[in-house]
């Protein structure tokens, strides 16, 4: 029931910044938790960021906090996740993803715990 496309990757030099956007379809957008993943050549996926169904709880793995920022925009089914300060190790497909289930309280930081994930997008991090 729901569809995910991620857009507004590229390549961007170290220290600089990216806007990522999900967008959603369905009907269930925006009732569900949204995650964001990314994956490097040859290590697995691995959690980035999530934000709760209204976007009021954010939660970031500890590498990327103090320079990610994830929101999203319910009324337009869009998620963003700001990367600012960006390094070579941030390079890697970016997937965002929905929790199927109805308004969870909860967010999940496994990709196991959704259900619906988009294409993905390429950021390149250049030294």
């Known amino acids: 029931q729901v569809q995910l496309v991620e857009s507004g990757g590229g390549l961007v030099q170290a220290g600089g910044s990216l806007r990522l956007s999900c967008a959603g379809s369905g009907r269930t957008f925006s009732s569900s938790a949204m995650g964001w993943f990314r994956q490097a050549p040859g290590k697995e996926r691995e959690f980035v960021a999530a934000i709760r169904w209204n976007g009021g709880s954010s939660y970031y793995t500890d590498f990327v906090k103090g320079r990610f920022t994830i929101s999203r925009d319910n009324a337009k089914n869009t998620v963003y996740p700001q990367m600012n300060s960006l390094k070579p190790e941030d390079t890697a497909v970016y997937y965002c993803?929905?929790?199927?289930?109805?308004?969870?309280?909860?967010?999940?930081?496994?990709?196991?715990?959704?259900?619906?994930w988009g294409q993905g997008t390429q950021v390149t991090v250049s030294s």
């Open positions: 993803a929905a929790d199927a289930a109805f308004r969870r309280p909860q967010v999940a930081t496994s990709p196991r715990g959704y259900d619906y």
